[in-house]
C-alpha cells in the first residue's frame, strides 16, 4: 500500500480523489423544483457519510490507525486483482478523505437525489444509490487494477444520481454559482447544460490526466454517471418516454420554487 501521509487531520493518509464538485470554478447551490416528499433515504445516506467522517476524526487519533481504517474500508484495486476485500465496493462510497470532499459530495446528492428519490421511491433509490457507487468503483478498477491508490468517497454514486436526474428531468433550472478570481456570479441554467458540461469534464480528463499518483477518480464519476443513466431507462420508459417529458416539461413534477426580490428563489428546504 502506498502511503502518501496528509499533514493535517481530517485528511486521509492516502492520497485520494477530489470530491464530484471539482467543476473548474462552476458549484450547483439548488435546483428549482424541490421535492414535496421527505426524502428519507437522501437524508440518510447524509447522515452516514458525516457520522462515519465524525467518529474516523474522533476515534482514528494516530496515522497508523488511520493507514489501517482505510486499508481495510477503501477500495483498493491492486487488492481486487488480488481477490481481496470485495466489501471494499460498498464500504468505500460512504469515506472522505476530508471535509470539503465529504461536503461537496453531500451538496451534490442533496440538490439532485430528493427528485430522484421521489420518483423512484425509498427502497428502489436507495439500491440504485449503492449499485451506481458499486459500478462506479469496478468501473475506478478496470482503468487502474493494479494501483495501489486507495478510491473513497460518494462521488461514484452521486454521479449514478446526476446521469438518473438528466434523463428524468432534463430542462430543471439548477442554480450554478460561478467563480473565477475575482469574479463570481449566480446563473439558473438547465440541468442538461450543467450535467452535460461536467460529465463531459469527466471524460475528457479521464483520457488526459494521469491519476496514477493520486487525485480525481474521473473513470469512477464517469462510469457512476452511465450507471446511473441506463439504469434510469426502464423507469423513464415506464413513465412514457419522450411522453413523460412532454407531461412534466422536463421538470420535476412540482411546482417551482417561489422568487424573492433577487434572481434566485426562495427553496423551503
Known amino acids: 500500500m502506498r502511503h502518501c501521509w496528509q499533514r493535517s487531520r481530517g485528511q ?5 480523489p477530489d470530491h464530484i464538485g471539482n467543476g473548474r470554478g462552476m458549484l450547483p447551490i439548488r435546483d428549482h423544483n424541490p421535492s414535496e416528499r421527505t426524502p428519507y433515504v437522501t437524508l440518510i445516506l447524509i447522515g452516514i457519510n458525516v457520522i462515519v467522517f465524525v467518529l474516523g476524526l474522533v ?3 494516530s496515522d497508523q490507525a488511520l493507514g489501517r481504517f482505510y486499508y481495510d474500508y477503501a477500495m483498493i484495486p491492486a487488492r ?4 481481496e476485500n470485495y466489501d471494499a465496493l460498498i464500504t468505500s462510497i460512504f469515506l472522505h478523505g476530508g471535509i470539503m470532499h465529504l461536503a461537496g459530495n453531500m451538496l451534490f446528492l442533496w440538490i439532485f437525489g430528493d427528485n430522484l428519490e421521489e420518483e423512484m421511491g425509498h427502497i428502489p433509490f436507495l439500491l440504485f444509490y449503492l449499485a451506481c457507487g458499486i459500478g462506479a468503483s469496478l468501473a475506478q478498477f478496470i482503468t487502474e487494477p493494479l494501483s495501489p491508490i486507495p478510491t473513497v468517497g ?3 454514486a452521486i454521479a449514478g444520481v446526476m446521469g438518473g436526474y438528466l434523463l428524468l428531468f432534463p430542462k430543471a433550472k439548477v442554480d450554478i454559482f460561478i467563480f473565477f478570481i475575482v469574479f463570481f456570479r449566480i446563473l439558473p441554467i438547465p440541468a442538461w447544460v450543467m450535467l452535460g458540461v461536467w460529465f463531459g469534464l469527466q471524460l475528457f480528463n479521464g483520457f488526459n490526466v494521469d491519476t496514477s499518483a493520486g487525485g480525481v477518480a474521473y473513470w469512477a464519476h464517469a462510469g457512476g454517471f452511465v450507471i446511473g443513466f441506463m439504469g434510469t431507462l426502464p423507469l423513464w420508459m415506464k413513465r412514457g418516454g419522450k411522453q413523460f417529458w412532454q407531461r412534466t416539461e422536463g421538470h420535476p413534477p ?5 422568487y424573492g426580490s ?3 428563489p426562495t427553496v423551503r428546504r
Open 154 to 156: 460518494a462521488s461514484g
Open 80 to 83: 481486487l486483482s488480488q481477490g
Open 59 to 61: 476515534f482514528l487519533q
Open 254 to 258: 412540482h411546482p417551482d420554487a417561489t
Open 12 to 16: 486521509l493518509p492516502l492520497d485520494p
Open 262 to 264: 433577487s434572481n434566485i
